[in-house]
């Protein structure tokens, strides 16, 4: 989105130091891949990316939601949701999209059944064609070690190995359990 003309963008998760890497990957794919320079970067304090077609990008933290108030965007990058409130979504960020028909992309490890939960179903269920769902699990990327993700499944409980791993939703906590 940042390649096409007069675009807004942010990039939002729970604090400013997870907002910068996703950024940092925005950098490395526009910037060192593509060779595009900005037209601004500024990565310490507010961070932002401006490029001379103006489109921009502008990093943001869940901690104060209050500054996520305002803005209309094209598009928005909300990364690690699962360990922000829904309210950041719902109160703050869905409406940024609704003056230029915007959309969004959660990016996440989940954390139980909660509200990402209910948004992932969303992108299976056919009455919601504007939604997608995917996962992806560790193993299958191939830049991870297979060794290092078999030691993992070997040492973590099989609950926790399942969610940071196999990126799949469980319940881990308010569990009842046999004695």
Not at 68 to 84: K, S, T
Request: glycine content about 6%; overall charge negative.
């Amino acid at each position: 989105m940042l390649l096409t003309p007069g675009t807004r963008g942010w990039v939002v998760s729970k604090t400013y130091d997870l907002t910068r890497k996703v950024i940092r990957e925005i950098c490395n794919d526009l910037m060192v891949k593509h060779n595009l320079k900005p037209s601004k970067k500024q990565m310490s304090g507010p961070i932002i990316l401006e490029f001379p077609w103006g489109s921009w990008v502008e990093g943001k933290s869940a901690e104060h939601p209050e500054s996520l108030l305002g803005e209309g965007l094209d598009w928005l990058i909300f990364d690690e949701c699962a360990m922000c409130k829904s309210s950041i979504w719902e109160q703050y960020l869905r409406p940024t999209l609704t003056d230029r028909e915007g959309w969004a992309l959660f990016i996440t490890t989940p954390n139980g059944y909660n509200w990402i939960y209910d948004l992932w179903k969303r992108g299976k269920d056919p009455d919601h064609r504007e939604w997608n769902s995917l996962k992806s699990p560790s193993w299958e990327n191939p830049y991870l070690s297979s060794a290092d993700i078999d030691e993992a499944r070997r040492t973590m409980s099989a609950e926790i190995f399942m969610q940071e791993y196999g990126a799949d939703f469980t319940i881990s906590s308010g569990r009842v359990y046999k004695e």
